[in-house]
């Protein structure tokens, strides 16, 4: 049976050994601030920091590249139009559109910004192996819903996935074949239908199995995490690099 | 006889959109008693499981278990730890990222210490012949293992009673004997339901038969029947 695949999971780096607890809260006080942002520089700043991420992670290079592609393609469809529809002052001028400065400048610091916390959440989230990403949001107060979600997700994926194919097999057996029409949309609206009809049903069973076993809404963790004071380093040095982040921006903005 | 461990009192149960799949349903189980529920598709043999398990509520009728009658989902919460339920779709039952994280689910939830859980689990998936299995995934394993990683899962919260809902579905020949060979060595009191007669015959003790949502009055006689397989004309048993 097919699974997510985890290529960057099961390294042996420096980032590998730090606590999942710490690159989890590490991940989020930098991605937080970086969003936010509206100048160029510390974004620019944020990509390197990223590229060195995953260099001190040793990440597969291939396979992060093919993930940073994914992303790219939903920013090209930025880059096709907001150069165009931003007001400003006009550089290029194609037929009867407009490039505007601003607009090419807003679509590099989104393209700079996406890739910079694309990459830093592939070293430092990404390699946390799912059985320890579960538990180490749960020791962070994550909210259990999300925890379970999480879980559950990565679990029945492919039992859906797999619910999906046999039933798309079964209606090309029967001489099904895609096309244009209206018999195709039906066709496939009802797969969709009775899919999530099957996802219901498998979740009331898998609830009921759960309770059987005495599940009562709590997950206890067999997991131990230890953290050592590298970690702690590792750490103070994400926090000063968010804050410092952070504070770019906000003296950019003349606020301080 | 001792009193039962499992009550049903004329229970009726029906679907929104059918007719009743239980209809006035009796049924005991006793402690040490081995028991085969045999019983066409759709004679209510699951549902029934499910009632007793407390996952559904019969619009009439009383469940008791171990003498204690199941007023509320409180009580039932506390009875179930004691029944081992094995679920027909062992992927209903397998949730958890490895093996180990599986099998000691009851026994954490039954409040154990993560030290006395895993001691726990280990056992069960050595009864089972799968130690070593510890921190595979459950979804990977093949059909077999997964049912007797689910058994592991029952067996880790030691409870009194086994109850299998069609433990054979899907298993290849060999995954079936090997379940027969590891519930042969289990004394707990058992409800096995199993469209298999082979299966029940070398697994319990005594046969009842279900339809139209009732247990049928009288003791099944087991008998020989013809069937077809590969080297049917070797001497073999079942």
Same mark, same amino acid.
Request: charge should be neutral; proline fraction near 5%; glycine fraction near 8%.
């Given at each position: 049976?097919?699974?997510?695949?985890?290529?960057?999971? =099961?390294?042996?780096?420096?980032?590998?050994?730090?606590?999942?607890?710490?690159?989890?809260?590490?991940?989020?006080?930098?991605?937080?601030?970086?969003?936010?942002?509206? =100048?160029?520089?510390?974004?620019?700043?944020?990509?390197?920091?990223?590229? #060195?991420?995953?260099?001190?992670?040793?990440?597969?290079?291939?396979?992060?590249?093919?993930?940073?592609?994914?992303?790219?393609?939903?920013?090209?469809?930025? *880059? #096709?139009?907001?150069?165009?529809?931003?007001?400003?002052?006009?550089?290029?001028?194609?037929?009867?559109?407009?490039?505007?400065?601003?607009?090419?400048?807003? +679509? #590099?610091?989104?393209?700079?910004? =996406?890739?910079?916390?694309?990459?830093?959440?592939?070293?430092?989230?990404?390699?946390?192996?799912?059985?320890?990403? /579960?538990?180490?949001?749960?020791? #962070?107060?994550?909210?259990n819903k999300l925890c379970h979600i999480l879980l559950?997700?990565?679990?029945?994926?492919?039992?859906?996935?797999?619910?999906?194919?046999?039933?798309? %097999?079964?209606?090309?057996? %029967?001489?099904f074949k895609p096309k244009t029409n209206s018999h195709?949309?039906?066709?496939?609206? *009802?797969?969709? /239908?009775?899919?999530?009809?099957?996802? *219901?049903?498998?979740?009331? %069973?898998?609830?009921?199995?759960?309770?059987?076993?005495?599940?009562?809404?709590?997950?206890?963790?067999?997991?131990?995490? =230890?953290?050592?004071?590298?970690?702690?380093?590792?750490?103070?040095?994400?926090?000063?690099?968010?804050?410092?982040?952070?504070?770019?921006?906000? +003296?950019? %903005?003349?606020?301080? | 006889?001792?009193?039962?461990?499992?009550?049903?009192?004329?229970?009726?149960?029906?679907?929104?959109?059918?007719?009743?799949?239980?209809?006035?349903?009796?049924?005991?189980?006793?402690?040490?008693?081995?028991?085969?529920?045999?019983?066409?598709?759709?004679?209510?043999?699951?549902?029934?499981?499910?009632?007793?398990?407390?996952?559904?509520?019969?619009?009439?009728?009383?469940?008791?278990?171990?003498?204690?009658?199941?007023?509320?989902?409180?009580?039932?919460?506390?009875?179930?730890?004691?029944?081992?339920?094995?679920?027909?779709?062992?992927?209903?039952?397998?949730?958890?990222?490895?093996?180990?994280?599986?099998?000691?689910?009851?026994?954490?939830?039954?409040?154990?210490?993560?030290?006395?859980?895993?001691?726990?689990?280990?056992?069960?998936?050595?009864?089972?012949?799968?130690?070593?299995?510890?921190?595979?995934?459950?979804?990977?394993?093949?059909?077999?293992?997964?049912?007797?990683?689910?058994?592991?899962?029952?067996?880790?919260?030691?409870?009194?009673?086994?109850?299998?809902?069609?433990?054979?579905?899907?298993?290849?020949?060999?995954?079936?004997?090997?379940?027969?060979?590891?519930?042969?060595?289990?004394?707990?009191? !058992?409800?096995?339901?199993?469209?298999?007669?082979?299966?029940?015959?070398?697994?319990?003790?005594?046969?009842?038969?279900?339809?139209?949502?009732?247990? !049928?009055?009288?003791?099944?006689?087991?008998?020989?029947?013809?069937?077809?397989?590969?080297?049917?004309?070797?001497?073999?048993?079942?």
């Open positions: 049976m097919a699974s997510i695949a985890e290529p960057f999971a =099961s390294g042996d780096s420096f980032i590998h050994r730090i606590d999942p607890r710490m690159r989890l809260i590490c991940a989020m006080a930098i991605t937080l601030p970086v969003a936010l942002l509206n =100048s160029i520089d510390p974004a620019l700043i944020t990509l390197a920091t990223g590229v #060195l991420f995953v260099l001190m992670a040793r990440l597969p290079l291939s396979n992060v590249l093919k993930r940073l592609c994914v992303i790219n393609v939903f920013i090209l469809f930025l *880059w #096709l139009f907001l150069p165009f529809s931003q007001p400003g002052e006009t550089i290029w001028s194609v037929g009867p559109f407009n490039v505007s400065r601003e607009g090419i400048a807003l +679509a #590099l610091l989104i393209t700079v910004k =996406s890739n910079g916390i694309v990459l830093t959440l592939m070293a430092l989230m990404g390699t946390i192996a799912i059985q320890d990403l /579960g538990p180490a949001m749960q020791q #962070l107060k994550i909210p559950f997700t990565y679990r029945y994926i492919f039992v859906i996935h797999q619910e999906y194919t046999t039933m798309r %097999r079964s209606m090309l057996a %029967r001489g195709t949309y039906r066709s496939y609206a *009802w797969l969709v /239908g009775m899919l999530l009809v099957k996802s *219901w049903d498998r979740a009331e %069973r898998v609830h009921g199995a759960m309770r059987c076993r005495g599940f009562q809404g709590r997950f206890y963790t067999l997991k131990e995490f =230890s953290t050592h004071p590298i970690d702690f380093v590792f750490l103070a040095a994400c926090i000063l690099f968010a804050l410092g982040i952070a504070y770019t921006e906000i +003296a950019h %903005r003349g606020l301080i | 006889m001792s009193h039962a461990v499992i009550e049903l009192k004329d229970i009726t149960y029906a679907f929104p959109d059918r007719g009743n799949a239980l209809d006035g349903l009796t049924f005991h189980l006793h402690h040490g008693e081995k028991l085969g529920l045999f019983g066409p598709n759709g004679a209510g043999k699951t549902t029934m499981l499910h009632i007793l398990m407390g996952l559904i509520k019969p619009q009439k009728g009383k469940v008791e278990l171990f003498g204690k009658t199941m007023a509320d989902g409180k009580i039932f919460n506390e009875a179930r730890l004691k029944i081992g339920f094995l679920f027909q779709h062992s992927d209903d039952q397998l949730f958890c990222p490895t093996v180990l994280d599986d099998v000691a689910f009851g026994p954490l939830n039954q409040g154990l210490e993560r030290k006395d859980a895993l001691a726990r689990a280990a056992q069960a998936l050595d009864t089972v012949g799968l130690a070593g299995f510890e921190d595979r995934v459950p979804y990977r394993l093949s059909g077999g293992e997964k049912k007797l990683v689910a058994l592991a899962t029952v067996l880790a919260m030691q409870p009194e009673v086994l109850v299998l809902d069609e433990p054979t579905t899907g298993l290849a020949p060999d995954a079936k004997d090997r379940l027969v060979e590891i519930l042969k060595g289990l004394d707990m009191a !058992r409800l096995v339901v199993s469209h298999e007669p082979d299966f029940l015959a070398a697994t319990t003790d005594r046969l009842i038969a279900m339809r139209d949502g009732r247990i !049928r009055p009288g003791v099944l006689k087991p008998h020989t029947h013809t069937h077809v397989h590969e080297e049917g004309d070797v001497p073999h048993q079942h």
